[in-house]
Structure formats: structure tokens, C-alpha cells
């Protein structure tokens, strides 16, 4: 019996040191702590600037959010006295390569004594001290926009995030202002030690009479016909989709994730790419992020030969790798190329075409000094200030935290080695076993779920040599420290709140039509857990009697459509749906026997409380009945996994459809005529008007309902044939809309440029809230969905607006009128929309009855 205990125990701490050990792989989402300008590890030598307009606002003293009593409280340049063409700029030295995703300004106040703030600045940077480059997002802005007083700190979300060691900030302004700035880095250790790379510029593909590029467009090197000395998107730390048309990047071109290049322009029938690195390394393996989509010509590698440098001429003999040839999977994957412990200082590797096309998105490398990831951890506590010539300070860090994971390793071993020995020696040792190993066990898997959620997000999976998919981007998180609370805590502070809480008309309590939160079940406090398939008759039981079981052998597979918190969504096939729905329960205008559906699935190994949203969501959605709401058709529940079929629109969700079109601009005499003559990439504002005409008509069928939809956007409502719009609710499950959700710690990923205020600060989400999101969805409508919604303000500054329409002192910003929409509409619906007490907000019947009006 205590051998059995012993191996439970063992295994307990294999699974707990290979929690440590996916704790210390690379993580990049995380890669957003502070670098130590506000905590004090980075020392002040290491802080310089230009000029300063003080010995009291130096350099040293540019540190956000920190006053140790000396100085003004900030730096101040010398602006009065720069010479023509030479701008100012605050300095910080980090000592070694970091991958910097966000940076933090503040300006001076020095407790009311100052009121100086840089309005506008601008960022360089350098990797060796000697090369600066000048930072610009991707679309190519430059300036960036900072503070607007002297008190708040405002964050900067770095897209696309440098790689540098000196970051250079430089405030925008004329010479008849005083500025100050205090600033601060986040980010985390750049582990692989590349500093550049070196690339065929990427070529253009014409993919049905759309242009296509897979240029490296962030790149921050020579640009010539080959790229070299630089860093860009292959390092960036954005994965593409499966889809290279579509990208993580709100309002990019097709093909903006990816880098690419065509077969027939090289005769080798290989492109050849140059890393160097920051010191020779022991490189075990490279990770390259390649597109399968076959059926439109681009595959994987064949195969990649990489060779090696440590001096200056190149090894002769390389390291060759096949991988796995896929036929099947159009998947984009990671594809682990092994290295074979080779040592290096620059990498040589040809890949081989085995298509037409071959498309990479990322690259990343694993060396003996980068398996431990110092991004899980604040920065060490100062860098080395008496550093030698010749030594290496990012060695010196990685060799001390090799120490430290070991050191921590032996002591977790012996604790429990200890608890082994007590355990099996004391009185009563299997009972005291049996209590410590719950306890282990209860550790272990809220350690894990920690780590599940961090590493499955958005469909984030470490990727194995066998070439498993994983994907993911940065998620907008706001940096942790000591002091943070929620938006909806801190409102609750505020003197306004107790008189705001009578204003809020609607109610809390209304169903949620949304996707897996729809209904939230209570899981049941008898610990013998039923069956599935008690369970799901159970809560079938008031099921719509016409919702019947589909044979899963009819469902075919197109496409992934997205993922959500508990399954995914395809696109597929559904052979004789029509006959199977019967006449009474037939889609109108559809007599094909192959039918386009949405298929939306649980993950087998969802829990219990999961399993009983995903059943509830059926039963609410099968009774809904409306010609501008998506139908739910059938559902396959009789086994694993649970789906749920729905309608799918021939094209696809409004916002993409609106993307592609242009407005068709008449004058009242030849109006008429150009209606007729209106082609598939023109649209009139009548047919506009008549989209929103039918959202408003969906929303006034389930307010009736008293149902919340919560997540009202173009991206959630179908197009199909005419015009016609259904509402649906797939959004938030697409990678392609990722951009439109914000995740705020603690609480689940927000639509918050959708959102009304008291959505955001409240948590309160009412009819009046969806009436909010309506009127953002028609002004996204009326711009043809060109832009995000104020695609001018950070997710962080869509925040603070929410603020001033709590407070309401006229301080507010407003979505700006379209130019087609008349001045009518705008001021008598859409900012009606977005009042601030909701109950004087319109409701969907009168906004139905006005938009109508408006088409007469």
C-alpha cells in the first residue's frame, strides 16, 4: 500500500516539475513587466538625455511614477536651446537585448507645483548603440500620442514591439513650451539573441484580381532586393492565420502576417536566410511558423539545410531536416527544425519550395541560454555597473538563472523527499498521506489551470517537433502592480456613483444571448456526477420539439471559422438539410441539397458547468423565430462532441462584406438608373440604411424576448443573397476580429469600443446597453467598416472615455459623423444611442420605425 502511495506521490512531483517546466518555456504573452525604470533596477547611470533644462530635472529623475524627494519630480530638456535639427531625447540603457511591447509616459507635477507633459513623442531605438531607428507603427506614424496632463500615466501598446538595448524617448513640441517626461519600459529579455536577419524581399501574389503582399513591411534594416541588418515580422511576435487573406492586424492588406516568396523566382528552388546572433550559442532548435493553405498553392517547406558559423567562414557541413509532408491539414503550424546542439554565431538555412508558394510568419530559435524564460520574472535587481570589456551581461543573467531553476528544483525535491519520509514513519501515515496528497493534488491543478489558460489562449499550444499547430498574439493587458484595481472598482469610489445607480434604466437580471456564457448553471452539490446523456436529456427536456438529431456522417468540413472559450466553429456541408428540416422548417429560397452550415462544437473534455451552457444555449436559441435571426437548424448531442448546426450566409459576416465594397455616390435624377446598374463592389446608402433596417428588426425581436444579445457588431450578423441580414453571435470566436476584444484583468475578454459606459464600468448590461452597440454597429455601417470605432484612441483611452460619459462634465469623445449619413440621423439616432442615462436612450422598436421613415 505505501509503495502504491509512493509512486501517486512521485507521480505528483513529476506533474508539479513539469508544471516548473512549461512555467519556464518561452511565453511571449507575458512579455509586458516593467523594465525597472519605476522600480529602481535600472540604475541611474544608465539613464541620460540630451540636455536638461536643470541639475534638478535630469535625466535620472525621468522615472514614471516614482519621487524620492530630490529633484523636480521628472526630466526637462533644454528646449530653448537646441540648435537646429537636433532633437531632444531621454535615454535608457538595458544593459542587454529586451523585447519591449509597451512603454509608459507621465509628465511633471511636483505636487502641483508644475504642469509640464509631453503632448506628443516620438521613440528610437538601437541594438548596438551605434545604428538608431526610428520607430513607427504599422501603418508607419511615427509620433505617438502622450499625455494630456501633468498627473496620469498614459500606455503605449508597441505595434509592432522592437528588440533593442537603448530606447530613446523624444518628446514633439515647439520651442515656446517647456516638457517633462517620466517613462517607463515593459517588456521582458530577448532570449534568443538574434540581431538581425537577412531575407529575400517578399513578392506579391494575384489571387483572383485581389493583390496580395508578403512583404516584410515592419522591417527595420536595409530594404533593398535582399533585407539585411535588421529585425521585422518574422520576429514580432505575431503568428499568422490559416487563412494568409486575413490577418491578426485590424485594417491590414491580405497577406500582412506572412513573408513570401514564389517558386518561379528562384532557380535553386530554395530561399536562403542569414540569423546572426548577439555571441556564439548552442542552438538545439529553430521554430519556423509556416502556412499549409495547398488548395491556393502554398505548402510548408520540403525541406530546410541549415549551416553554421562560429568564425568567419560558414561549416561545410550542415544539418538537414525533412519535415513531415501534410496532404490533409490546411492548418498554419510551427514546424521544429532540431539543430542538433551545433555552435554558432550566424545560421545559414536554405528552405526548399514544395509548392508554388511558401510563406513564413515567424522564426524563433532555442539555444542552450534561451530555454529559460526570465519574462515569467521581473527584472533582476540592477545590471552589472563595472562590467568588463568582453563580458557578456545577458550570459552572465541566463548562466544565474540556469542556477537559480536548478537550485529551486533540488530544494522542491528534497521538501518532498522530506514529506515522503514523515509521511510513511508517522502514526496513521496512509490517512496523513491521503489528506497531503489532496492537498498536492489541489496545488497541482490550480497550478496547471494556471498554465492551461495562459498557454491555450486564443489557441496557444506549444508547438512539438512533429509539427502541432500553435498560434498567438499579444493580448492588451494592462502591466500588474501593487496598486491596480478594475475599472469597475475604481468608479465605485467615485463621488458619483451612489447618484448614477437611479439613472440606469433596464434590467440586470435579462437572458444573455450570447455565446458560451449565455446562461450561467449552478453545478450540482451531489458529487456523483450523471451521465452525459441524463444530462443533456435533462436539460433538453423543454427543448423545441422540432429540434432533432443530424447525422454527423452528413456534415462536411470547408473551414474553420474560429475558437472560443469551449469549442470551435466550422463552416460545413450539410448533405439533404432541406428534407431533414421538412417543409413547415425549410429555409426559404434554399431547394440545394447541400446546405452552407455553421457548426459549433464543445470540446470533449469541457467541464460539467460548460457541458450545461452549451445545453442551455440550444434550448434558448431553438425557440428563437425571426427572418433577421440566425436559425438554429439541428444539433448532434447523442454523443461526444455536443454541436449545435446553425445557418450560414453565402456571404459571410457584414463586416468583411462591407470591407470589400465602395459607396455608390447618385445625385436624385440618375439615382434610380445607377441602382440598376449597381455592381457586386458598389453600394448605395439606401442599401445601408435598408442592413441596419433589418439588425434594428432582429434586435426588436429579441428585446421583446427580453434577451441581451452584449455583443451587437457587424462582425455578428450574416449576409445572404439581397441583402438579407441575420443576426448571429460567432464574432468573438474568429481570429480575425481578435483586435475588437480587449481583456481586462480579472474579467473576460470585452467588445469595449462596442460597449456603453456603464457596460464597461458597471458591469451592467441591459437592452439600453444593446441599443448603445446599435448605434456604434450603424455608424460602422455608414463608414462601409473601413476603420474600427475611434480606431484613433488606445484600448486604454476607450477606457477613460467611458469616464467622462460617467462623469459627464462634456468631456466625452463621440464617434464623428459619417460622411453619407445625414446630419438627422446622426444627431436624432446614433448620439441618441449613446446617451448617458439609459432610460432616454431610444428603444429598437422606435429606432426600427425611424429608420424606416428614413427609406420613404
Request: aromatic content about 10%.
Amino acid at each position: 500500500m505505501k509503495v502504491m502511495e509512493l509512486k501517486l506521490l512521485t507521480r505528483g512531483v513529476v506533474f508539479f516539475l513539469l508544471a516548473a517546466a512549461v512555467r519556464a518555456q518561452v511565453n511571449p504573452e507575458m512579455c509586458r513587466y516593467p523594465l525597472g525604470m519605476t522600480g529602481g533596477q535600472i540604475q541611474d547611470e544608465d539613464i541620460s538625455a540630451s540636455s536638461r533644462w536643470s541639475e534638478s530635472t535630469a535625466a535620472r529623475f525621468g522615472r514614471l511614477d516614482f519621487d524620492n524627494g530630490d529633484g523636480d519630480g521628472a526630466w526637462c530638456p533644454d528646449i530653448m536651446s537646441e540648435p537646429d535639427g537636433l532633437k531632444e531625447y531621454l535615454q535608457v540603457d538595458l544593459r542587454s537585448l529586451h523585447f519591449v511591447t509597451l512603454v509608459g509616459t507621465q509628465g511633471r507635477h511636483a505636487d502641483g507645483m508644475g504642469n509640464e507633459f509631453a503632448q506628443r513623442y516620438m521613440i528610437k531605438y538601437s541594438r548596438d548603440g551605434s545604428k538608431w531607428v526610428d520607430w513607427s507603427d504599422r501603418k508607419g506614424r511615427q509620433v505617438i500620442e502622450g499625455n494630456r496632463n501633468a498627473y496620469d500615466v498614459v500606455l503605449k501598446d508597441l505595434e509592432p514591439p522592437i528588440i533593442a538595448r537603448f530606447v530613446r524617448f523624444m518628446p514633439v513640441t515647439d520651442h515656446s513650451m517647456i516638457v517633462c517626461m517620466r517613462v517607463e519600459l515593459y517588456g521582458c529579455e530577448w532570449l534568443d539573441g538574434l540581431t538581425s536577419y537577412s531575407i529575400p524581399d517578399g513578392h506579391q501574389m494575384i489571387y483572383r484580381g485581389l493583390d496580395v503582399y508578403f512583404n516584410d513591411s515592419v522591417y527595420d534594416g536595409a530594404l533593398a532586393e535582399r533585407l539585411t541588418k535588421g529585425l521585422g515580422q518574422l520576429t514580432d511576435g505575431t503568428w499568422g492565420l490559416d487563412d494568409f487573406l486575413h490577418s491578426h492586424i485590424y485594417s491590414m492588406w491580405p497577406g500582412y502576417d506572412y513573408v513570401g516568396w514564389n517558386n518561379k523566382s528562384f532557380t535553386k528552388g530554395y530561399v536562403e536566410m542569414i540569423f546572426e546572433f548577439d555571441r556564439v550559442r548552442n542552438f538545439t532548435s529553430m521554430k519556423v511558423h509556416c502556412n499549409n493553405l495547398f488548395s491556393r498553392g502554398v505548402r510548408m517547406f520540403r525541406q530546410a539545410s541549415c549551416y553554421f558559423r562560429s568564425g568567419p567562414d560558414w561549416e561545410a557541413d550542415p544539418v538537414t531536416f525533412r519535415p513531415t509532408v501534410d496532404r490533409v491539414s490546411q492548418i498554419a503550424r510551427f514546424v521544429t527544425v532540431p539543430l542538433g546542439d551545433r555552435t554558432a554565431s550566424g545560421i545559414k538555412c536554405r528552405f526548399h519550395f514544395s509548392d508554388l508558394w511558401m510563406l513564413f510568419s515567424e522564426v524563433a530559435f532555442q539555444s542552450g541560454s534561451a530555454v529559460y524564460n526570465t519574462s515569467l520574472t521581473p527584472r533582476k535587481h540592477g545590471h552589472p555597473t563595472n562590467t568588463l570589456p568582453g563580458e557578456d551581461p545577458t550570459h552572465k543573467l541566463d548562466d544565474s538563472n540556469t542556477r537559480i531553476l536548478i537550485g529551486c528544483l533540488v530544494a522542491i525535491i528534497a521538501i518532498l523527499l522530506t514529506i515522503i519520509v514523515i509521511i510513511l514513519w508517522r502514526p496513521g501515515g496512509p490517512k496523513s498521506f491521503d489528506a497531503s496528497r489532496r492537498i498536492l493534488d489541489d496545488e497541482l491543478t490550480a497550478r496547471l489551470a494556471i498554465q492551461t489558460q495562459a498557454f491555450s489562449s486564443h489557441h496557444s499550444s506549444l508547438s512539438t517537433e512533429d509539427g502541432s499547430t500553435s498560434n498567438s498574439t499579444y493580448e492588451r493587458i494592462f502591466p500588474l502592480c501593487a496598486d491596480y484595481q478594475e475599472p469597475s472598482r475604481l468608479i465605485r469610489k467615485l463621488p458619483e456613483f451612489a447618484q448614477s445607480m437611479e439613472h440606469l434604466g433596464g434590467s440586470d437580471g435579462a437572458p444573455h444571448y450570447a455565446e458560451a456564457d449565455i446562461i450561467s448553471l449552478q453545478e450540482s452539490s451531489d458529487s456523483r456526477s450523471p451521465s452525459i446523456t441524463a444530462v443533456n436529456m435533462n436539460l433538453f427536456a423543454g427543448t423545441d420539439s422540432s429540434m432533432k438529431e443530424f447525422p454527423r456522417d452528413k456534415l462536411t468540413f470547408k473551414e474553420k471559422l474560429g475558437e472560443g472559450q469551449f469549442g470551435e466553429v466550422h463552416l460545413c456541408e450539410a448533405e439533404g438539410m432541406q428534407d431533414f428540416l421538412g417543409e413547415d422548417l425549410s429555409l426559404e429560397g434554399n431547394n440545394e441539397s447541400l446546405l452552407l452550415v455553421a457548426v459549433k462544437t464543445l470540446r470533449e473534455d469541457a467541464n460539467k458547468n460548460a457541458r450545461n451552457d452549451f445545453l442551455k444555449e440550444i434550448r434558448i436559441m431553438s425557440r428563437l423565430r425571426d427572418p433577421n435571426i440566425v436559425r438554429l437548424l439541428a444539433v448532434c448531442v447523442d454523443t461526444d462532441p455536443l454541436c449545435m448546426i446553425t445557418e450560414y450566409m453565402e456571404n459571410g459576416d457584414l463586416n468583411q462584406f462591407l470591407c470589400d465594397l465602395r459607396l455608390k455616390e447618385a445625385t436624385e435624377e440618375d439615382k434610380a438608373e445607377q441602382e440598376e446598374k449597381e455592381g457586386e463592389s458598389m453600394v448605395s446608402y439606401s442599401k445601408l440604411i435598408g442592413m441596419a433596417v433589418q439588425i434594428a428588426s432582429g434586435m426588436k425581436y429579441l428585446s421583446s424576448l427580453n434577451f441581451v444579445h452584449r455583443d451587437l457588431a457587424t462582425r455578428n450578423c450574416l449576409v445572404g443573397k439581397n441583402y438579407t441580414i441575420k443576426i448571429a453571435d460567432f464574432g468573438m470566436s474568429r481570429n480575425l476580429y481578435r483586435g475588437d476584444y480587449y481583456r481586462i484583468q480579472g474579467r473576460a475578454v470585452l467588445p469595449i469600443r462596442w460597449m456603453s459606459w456603464e457596460s464597461i464600468l458597471l458591469g451592467k448590461f441591459t437592452m439600453a446597453s444593446d441599443v448603445w452597440a446599435f448605434g456604434v454597429t450603424l455608424w460602422e455601417i455608414l463608414t462601409l467598416c473601413k476603420e474600427q470605432p475611434y480606431s484613433q484612441l488606445s484600448d486604454e483611452q476607450v477606457i477613460e472615455n467611458t469616464g467622462e460619459f460617467f462623469r459627464d462634465q462634456g468631456k466625452q469623445v463621440y464617434l464623428p459623423k459619417p460622411p453619407c449619413c445625414p446630419e438627422r440621423v446622426y444627431t436624432d439616432l446614433m448620439l441618441s444611442c449613446w446617451r448617458r442615462n439609459a432610460k432616454q436612450r431610444p428603444s429598437f422598436q422606435e429606432m426600427h420605425t425611424q429608420l424606416m421613415e428614413s427609406l420613404a
